[in-house]
Nanobody, 121 residues
Framework: QVQLVESGGGLVQAGGSLRLSCVASGSWFAITDMGWYRQAPGNQRELVATISSSGSSNYEDSVKGRFTISRDNAKNTMYLQMNSLKPGDTAVYYC???????????????WGQGTQVTVSS
């Protein structure tokens, strides 16, 4: 069982920066892929960035070059460094992780509760 807790959201002006953190706790055999998602009012939840257990990352086009996803497996923590923030980045940001609770079990998914990021113009 994995619990995810995000932190680091807040209110910033356009052009500013924030760093989101996601800490995993509980027990698991392995956490594989992790990612950040976001959901703005009236919109569907969208994938922002993903990172594999080895550190390979992918980004949604609109954040490419501005956001950096990383993870510290020793600390069970994933980060999203957000620079050059735009009002369009305003959303609730969610941490997601795929994991195996036990070996030889199907991959499961865990979600954090979300953290609000608001970018003013």
């Amino acid at each position: 069982q994995v619990q995810l807790v995000e932190s680091g959201g807040g209110l910033v002006q356009a052009g500013g920066s924030l760093r989101l953190s996601c800490v995993a706790s509980g027990s698991w055999f392995a956490i594989t892929d992790m990612g950040w998602y976001r959901q703005a009012p009236g919109n569907q939840r969208e994938l922002v960035a993903t990172i594999s257990s080895s550190g390979s990352s992918n980004y949604e086009d609109s954040v490419k070059g501005r956001f950096t996803i990383s993870r510290d497996n020793a600390k069970n923590t994933m980060y999203l460094q957000m620079n050059s923030l735009k009002p369009g980045d305003t959303a609730v940001y969610y941490c997601n992780a795929y994991y195996l609770r036990l070996r030889y079990t199907p991959t499961q998914s865990a979600w954090g509760q979300g953290t609000q990021v608001t970018v003013s113009s």
